[in-house]
């Protein structure tokens, strides 16, 4: 990944994050250009070869996402902005930037939990997720996250999605 789809991209990301910090909504403006940029460069830098691993990349960030939508567990502006870091990582380089955020959602939760001083719900949340998804599972029923007591709070989930794909950036072409 040369520098300048690195720099286009984190600027992308780290506005994305304060829209969703300030408004708890990624504008879909922002994701659209970010998509058509990264379409662009891969394009200019790999021809036809990079245009197809962009589409690539953001189909798979967009459909390894899709369930936690659908069950609710992640708004809609966090899976299209994951299919366009798709965009310009491709296919496998979206899966590890998944990794990579699913590592910092989870620290970023126990974070705010921690400051809320709800450390103990949310791991009683946990709890009644993994069972009652079970339980629904055992019964041929889709799991479902809409019985919990009490939310611990909103995750502003850009935020993860921009660490974790910043990190796993830094780490996988800085070698």
Do not use: C
């Amino acid at each position: 990944m040369d520098g300048i789809s690195v720099g286009v991209l984190a600027g992308l990301l780290l506005t994305a994050a304060w829209h969703d910090i300030k408004s708890h909504r990624i504008p879909n403006l922002l994701i659209l250009a970010g998509a058509l940029t990264g379409v662009f460069l891969r394009a200019w830098l790999e021809g036809w070869l990079g245009v197809a691993l962009a589409i690539e990349g953001f189909l798979v960030g967009l459909v390894v996402l899709l369930p936690f939508y659908i069950f609710r567990m992640l708004g809609a502006g966090d899976v299209k902005l994951m299919a366009m870091v798709g965009v310009y990582l491709g296919p496998w380089g979206v899966l590890g930037a998944l990794l990579a955020t699913f590592l910092a959602g989870g620290v970023l939760a126990v974070a705010v939990a921690m400051q809320a001083g709800a450390l103990g719900r949310m791991a009683h949340n946990l709890k009644l997720m993994a069972f009652g998804s079970m339980l629904r599972i055992s019964e041929g029923k889709a799991p479902s996250v809409d019985d919990l007591p009490e939310s611990v709070g909103k995750l502003p989930y850009a935020v993860a999605i921009a660490a974790g794909t910043l990190g796993y950036v830094a780490w996988r072409y800085t070698k």
